[in-house]
């Protein structure tokens, strides 16, 4: 049964005529980077999330890649973090040739399990055999306790548990980098998602809660090391270097002023996006609560406030989630694994020897995930739609 209805979009952006003229505008002048537009929209993150520093840069991933810098990660040097996740934040940790460690998942909410997370760091620094049960099974340099920072990540728009992974790092002297691509708006006990670390990345790519294109931002407080981002996103220019002299070994993660003029007017728009996703996961739960098999997203006590990122439901064990998926998209609906764990992607399995069975939590939710399409502008009747198509399958 195949419907003649128009496909759903898996994600759409949110955007006005304002966006739409903030970026024809900056088209109307010679500057067209490293202008007004980019410290407007850095000064706007800074009000929003009540950050001391904001620094506009050209990807989620180049921000993370900063704050592994900042961090002072380098070759060889143990990073713990999830497996859980979209792949970058791992892969900031391999370009600088550190050592990803990966600690299993909370059920719930797919988070770092901080339980777990704060038994690693005690060992990892005991060093020795108690460390050895957490490091992979290859690729590790050298027996000595390396472990050098955090990086735990707000998985679809739900803060990670960070009181207690901010207390073991500070007992053991750890960076603590906030992965919050996913989680921009959100609020964890009150405090705003981001800002719960030393460093805290959002990202814009367009299926995020606001979008420039491409582009993203990191907020810190330390000074010291909002210099040295801001050095390495402009090719490692130190500020009083000219144009070409250049201190460090740096990047060109510069935000351009079109995405920056863009960013303006999503910030501004953001508390009012974030209502219409909460509608939208409103729907969605009111529907797809009542059918057998399908489970929705938890969100615990401690997040004060969601961000909806993407929506993302859990079938039972019984029920074949590949089937379910292509049946989906025989009716014109689009669906995603959500995700593939990042110790079986092929590239860190075959550095680390990581196998199946490794993160059991993990690869449950990765075999039992699936996102469904998911915006702010998504209309009731889509959900509907999504929701009957869910019904009309699991009833076969
Ligand atoms: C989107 C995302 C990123 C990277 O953002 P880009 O802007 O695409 O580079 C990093 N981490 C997580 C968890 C993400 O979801």
Redesign the pocket.
């Known amino acids: 049964m195949t419907t003649s209805l128009p496909p759903i979009p898996m994600s759409s952006p949110d955007l006005t005529e304002a966006e739409r003229e903030a970026v024809l505008a900056v088209l109307h002048t010679p500057n067209l980077s490293m202008g007004q537009e980019i410290l407007e929209f850095e000064k706007a993150i800074c009000a929003y999330t009540g950050a001391k520093h904001a620094l506009g840069v050209n ?6 890649h900063l704050c592994v810098h900042a961090a002072g990660i380098q070759d060889g040097d143990w990073v713990l973090t999830t497996p859980f ?2 792949v ?2 791992t892969n900031v940790i391999l370009f600088e040739r550190a050592t990803p460690i990966f600690v299993d998942v909370d059920p719930r909410t797919g988070n770092i399990n901080t339980q777990a997370l704060q038994e690693a760091v005690r060992d990892l620094c005991a060093g020795g055999a108690s460390a050895r049960r957490w490091l992979p099974r290859a690729g590790v340099k050298g027996d000595a306790p390396r472990l050098k920072a955090l990086l735990p ?3 679809f728009g739900q803060p990670a548990d960070l009181d207690p992974i901010r207390a073991v790092a500070q007992e053991f002297h750890l960076k603590v980098i906030e ?1 919050s ?2 989680a921009i708006g959100a609020t964890y006990k009150g405090a705003p998602a981001g800002r719960l670390g030393d460093y805290g ?1 959002f ?3 367009p299926n ?1 809660q606001m979008t420039v294109g ?3 931002v990191i907020v810190t407080d330390d000074d010291e090391a909002a210099a040295i981002m801001r050095a390495l996103r402009n090719q490692g220019r130190a500020p009083g270097d000219t144009w070409l002299q250049h201190t460090h070994l740096g990047y060109n993660y510069r935000l351009d002023e079109m995405s920056a003029a863009l960013g303006k007017v999503q910030v501004a728009r953001l508390d009012e996006m974030l209502d219409k996703r909460e509608q939208v996961a409103r729907w969605y739960e009111a529907r797809l609560s009542e059918i057998p098999g399908v489970e929705t997203p938890s969100i615990l006590p401690d997040t004060t406030r969601m961000s909806w ?1 993407v929506y993302v439901v859990r079938f039972a064990p019984e029920i074949d989630r590949e089937w379910v998926s292509k049946e989906l998209k025989k009716r014109g609906v689009p669906n995603r694994p959500y995700f593939i764990p990042i110790h079986l992607q092929p590239y860190v399995a075959n550095q680390f020897g990581y196998r199946e069975g490794d993160f059991p939590v993990t690869e449950d939710l990765g075999r039992r995930g699936l996102a469904l399409p998911f915006s702010g502008v998504m209309p009731e009747g889509d959900v509907e739609r999504v929701c009957a198509a869910i019904r009309d399958i699991l009833r076969a």
């Not at 990807?59 to 993370?64: E, F, I, R």
């Open positions: 990807s989620g991933t180049a921000g993370l996740s979209f970058a934040s990540v707000d998985v992965d691509c996913e990345v990202a814009f790519y995020k491409e582009g993203g990122f």
